[in-house]
């Protein structure tokens, strides 16, 4: 009986606790009623909040600490700024509008990785839906960029709503709740000013596109590729990328964030680079914004992997830096009188405050309402508008100054035209002059007056293609002098250059009457084409070339000398393929062999083969 009694007594003292813990959840979590008439309801104000650092909390975890107390008052911007671990968020529900028994829950902030959603019924039931960027877009019960979750919520009856959010973004969590016909009309405005944002944008860009084509300003592109980059930017923020560029991709979803701001300060500081004229008026301000477009470009690529906690708030940091180097640069330049500065400054003004209160915004420090939320959005339309302005006005400044400059250089080129007219003329008959000997003389040999190896080239591949049209052959001679490394060792150069004349002149006329291509080749060799001769006829050519040399003896200083030479004969069949090299091989081959046959001979390539 007293073993029953101990029991009875541990049990009511049990069932006390759990009323009195009943009691201090009530007083602690007011439970939200959801009017009749109301079709939105924000639960951010009356929402209570855990911040589980290490993120080791379960579900059942999270629902004894909001019935202990444990849970806090939300603040009322809603926004933590970057935290690690988990933040967990408690409220109960009661719907008192019986023709709405489904509302939508929306989490009006696009870029939280996971978001789980835990609805306890009043017969313990709990269901559980699951979200944010880190699942496959499609998941979603709407499909829009904010997360939401459709919820059944019995009319009368008192539910839990328990949120547990973790994400390396900022931590921002408006939560509103709606019925279905209020969504359509909300998320139907919000697409319109959407909307009309991006139609500026792409309005912008296809006008400035236009004079980009036309007048080939750089300071055009780089405005293009900030409108393009900074359009991104925005288009990830919006949640609008996740949603219709990478739906399936979480990773892509975390990367864009930092890689598309990085890529928007490198277009930006290099619009400003250029529409400043940095490099001409302030170099050292230059170095710094390349310094600064480095950093960026770095910066984007390390963000392929840093972490997203790490790697979003350095980015939105930096974009607040590298928008006040701008600032700078573009005051420097103003106080050095450059009057485009003017509305460049007006538009960095616009751009750096709507950014500005973007990011106090991401940190928590600014409560979240339509300024904060879309002022980066209102200040970035108003800087692309009035940066296509000061384009605008800086191409007409520099078209008012080409045209002076070029009036002044007008006037004085017409006082000396008449002046340089026959100094040109006589300058160009001059040059044509030089021009023909120049040309002649590139074909020509210095020292014999033949043509030259290159020029020979030349004539024998188009005689080599008539030759093939025709169907005739086409032979080739080889002609090398003998023993003239012992002239020249015997009686000195100026008396072996005597005989390279003597003998170019002696080949030249027994070839005159034979329409021959005669060339040097190179030192006391010479190159001879013969059209429309077959082997035999070639041979008897080489005979007379050799007899020419033979016959006679050159006279140069007082010394009579003899000259002989080896001759290599190669004929090309019309039907044939071989190019100029392969031919002038073949017949080197056959020099060769008149040669190793005790010179002052002639062999033909079929005798040296």
């Not at 924000?42 to 650092?53: E, G, K, N, P, V």
């Not at 699942?135 to 008192?158: A, I, K, M, T, W």
């Not at 005689?463 to 000195?492: C, Q, V, W, Y």
């Not at 190669?570 to 081959?589: F, K, Y």
Request: glycine share 6%.
């Amino acid at each position: 009986m007293a073993r029953h009694a101990i029991l009875a007594r541990l049990w009511s003292g049990t069932g006390a606790i759990l009323l009195l813990a009943a009691l201090y959840a009530d007083a602690h979590a007011a439970t939200v009623e959801l009017p009749a008439a109301a079709d939105r309801v924000s639960l951010t104000a009356h929402l209570a909040y855990r911040h589980d650092i290490e993120a080791a909390d379960h579900v059942e975890d999270a629902f004894a600490r909001a019935a202990r107390g444990e849970f806090q008052p939300l603040p009322a911007s809603a926004a933590f700024g970057f935290q690690r671990g988990a933040f967990w968020f408690h409220a109960p529900l009661v719907n008192r509008n019986a023709d709405e028994r489904r509302w939508l829950l929306v989490q009006e902030y696009p870029l939280s990785d996971r978001i789980d959603i835990y609805l306890r019924h009043a017969d313990g039931r709990v269901l559980h839906q699951a979200g944010g960027d880190h699942l496959p877009f499609g998941q979603r019960s709407v499909r829009y960029r904010h997360p939401n979750f459709l919820l059944d919520l019995p009319p009368g009856e008192r539910v839990e709503l328990l949120v547990r959010v973790e994400s390396q973004s900022s931590m921002q969590v408006p939560l509103e709740l709606y019925t279905p016909g209020a969504f359509i009309e909300l998320s139907r405005d919000a697409q319109l000013a959407i909307g009309l944002y991006y139609g500026i944008l792409v309005a912008l860009f296809f006008y400035n596109l236009v004079l980009w084509l036309s007048l080939r300003d750089a300071s055009y592109f780089w405005y293009l590729f900030h409108i393009s980059a900074f359009g991104l930017v925005l288009f990830t923020l919006n949640g609008l990328g996740f949603e219709y560029l990478w739906p399936d991709s979480p990773w892509l979803a975390d990367r864009m964030v930092p890689l598309s701001i990085c890529l928007a300060l490198v277009a930006m500081q290099q619009f400003a680079r250029t529409f400043l004229e940095l490099p001409q008026r302030w170099p050292r301000g230059n170095l710094v914004s390349l310094a600064v477009i480095v950093f960026f470009v770095l910066f984007g690529i390390a963000s392929i992997w840093l972490p997203y906690r790490i790697s979003t708030p350095v980015a939105s940091r930096a974009v607040l830096a590298g928008l006040i180097w701008i600032v700078v640069a573009t005051v420097y330049v103003l106080r050095q009188g450059y009057a485009p500065a003017r509305l460049l400054l007006l538009a960095w003004a616009m751009f750096l405050l709507g950014t500005a209160v973007f990011t106090l915004l991401a940190f928590g420090v600014l409560p979240k309402n339509f300024a904060t939320e879309y002022g980066v959005q209102i200040g970035s339309a108003l800087e692309m508008l009035l940066l296509s302005i000061a384009l605008g006005y800086r191409y007409a400044a520099l078209r008012n100054e080409n045209e002076r400059i070029v009036n002044e250089a007008r006037l004085q080129l017409e006082r000396k035209v008449a002046q340089r007219t026959q100094e040109v003329r006589s300058a160009l008959m001059r040059l044509e002059e030089a021009h023909t000997r120049l040309r002649d003389s590139s074909r020509r040999d210095g020292l014999t007056g033949l043509y030259n190896r290159t020029w020979f080239h030349e004539a024998f591949e188009r005689m080599l293609d008539e030759a093939r049209e025709g169907r005739h052959p086409l032979s080739l001679l080889m002609i090398d002098l003998d023993h003239f490394k012992t002239i020249n060792d015997r009686h000195g150069h100026l008396v072996g250059d005597e005989c390279l004349r003597w003998a170019a002149h002696r080949i030249g006329k027994a070839l005159r009457s034979h329409e021959a291509l005669l060339a040097r080749f190179g030192g006391e060799e010479f190159v001879v084409a013969l059209p429309a001769q077959d082997l035999p006829a070639a041979v008897a050519v080489a005979e007379e070339v050799r007899q020419a040399l033979v016959q006679a003896t050159c006279e140069v200083q007082g010394h009579a000398i003899r000259i002989s030479a080896s001759i290599g004969v190669h004929t090309i069949n019309a039907e044939a393929l071989d190019d100029i090299d392969n031919a002038l091989e073949v017949a080197d081959r056959a020099l060769y062999a008149a040669k190793a046959n005790g010179r002052d001979c002639i062999r033909t390539s079929i005798s040296a083969a």
